[in-house]
C-alpha cells in the first residue's frame, strides 16, 4: 500500500494562498484515484477536491470552486492541492488519500465516501488556519 505525507499547512491570513504537498512512497500514484479531504473541528471529513487519470475527471466541493486547484507531479509521485483566496472557513486539518483503483467518474466517489472504502491510503494530515 502507498504511504503519504503531506506537508505545506501552516497560518495564513484571510485572502492569502498555500500550496500543499503530498508526497508518495512505496508506489507510484499514476494509476491512483488522489484526492484532498479537510475536517474542521467538530466537523465530519469532507472531500474538498478528488482526480481520478483514467477519465481525468475533478470533483469539487461547491466552496472551493474558483479557489482551489488540484496537480500531480507523476516524476516527483507528487500530489499538489493549491489553494487561493483563503477564507476563515476553510480552516481545518487537510488529508490527502490516494485509491489503487480508479473506474470513470471515481473523483466524486473518492472525495463523497473516502472514509468508508477501507483500502484508500491516508497521509497524517497538515493543518491549515486561516486567520487575521
Known amino acids: 500500500q502507498v504511504q503519504l505525507a503531506e506537508s505545506g499547512g501552516g497560518l495564513v491570513q484571510p485572502g492569502g494562498s498555500l500550496r500543499l504537498s503530498c508526497a508518495a512512497s512505496?508506489?507510484?500514484?499514476?494509476?491512483?484515484?488522489v484526492g484532498w479531504l479537510r475536517q474542521a473541528p467538530g466537523k465530519e471529513r469532507e472531500g474538498v477536491l478528488c482526480f481520478s487519470p483514467t477519465d481525468g475527471g475533478t470533483w469539487y466541493t461547491e466552496s472551493v470552486k474558483g479557489r482551489f486547484t488540484i496537480s500531480r507531479d507523476n516524476p516527483k509521485n507528487t500530489v499538489y492541492l493549491e489553494m487561493n483566496d483563503l477564507k476563515p472557513e476553510d480552516t481545518a486539518v487537510y488529508y490527502c488519500?490516494?485509491?489503487?483503483?480508479?473506474?470513470?467518474?471515481?473523483?466524486?466517489?473518492?472525495?463523497?465516501?473516502?472514509?468508508?472504502?477501507?483500502?484508500?491510503?491516508w497521509g497524517q494530515g497538515t493543518q491549515v488556519t486561516v486567520s487575521s
Open positions: 488519500a490516494a485509491h489503487d483503483t480508479s473506474p470513470p467518474g471515481y473523483a466524486a466517489f473518492l472525495c463523497l465516501n473516502g472514509l468508508a472504502i477501507h483500502s484508500v491510503s
Open positions: 512505496g508506489s507510484t500514484l499514476d494509476d491512483y484515484a
